[in-house]
């Protein structure tokens, strides 16, 4: 309706006002017998938050225990289930629980080297 009414807003004004003015989109289409039904509903960004969002949400995929297991590593735990942060917590002869990306192991510490 702006943009039809003569005056001479840019496209990226208007489109930055009627972003500011919605939070959701909400399509309705219509099914079989003619009901309404929601389609899909898609929540309106402000400019440049979009690709905020997409980043972020790399990153905790990043943090995400399983895909740290996945890349190679494996959490190490006490019988108990505490999780061991440094080798000081060990002595040799302790038995220790190793979870993978794919499966758990168990195994006994033979050495200890604190950094």
Do not use: C, W
């Amino acid at each position: 309706m702006v943009l039809q009414g003569g005056g001479e807003l840019p496209l990226r004004a208007v489109r930055e006002v009627v972003q500011s003015a919605l939070d959701l989109v909400v399509h309705v289409g219509r099914g079989r017998g003619g009901r309404r039904r929601v389609a899909e509903v898609v929540e309106v960004l402000p400019p440049g938050r979009g690709e905020r969002v997409r980043t972020l949400a790399q990153n905790l995929a990043h943090l995400n225990p399983q895909g740290v297991l996945a890349r190679g590593y494996a959490i190490v735990a006490t019988l108990d289930g505490a999780i061991v942060h440094d080798a000081r917590q060990l002595t040799p002869g302790d038995d220790v629980a190793l979870q993978f990306a794919l499966g758990k192991a168990g195994a006994r510490v033979t050495k200890v080297e604190p950094a």
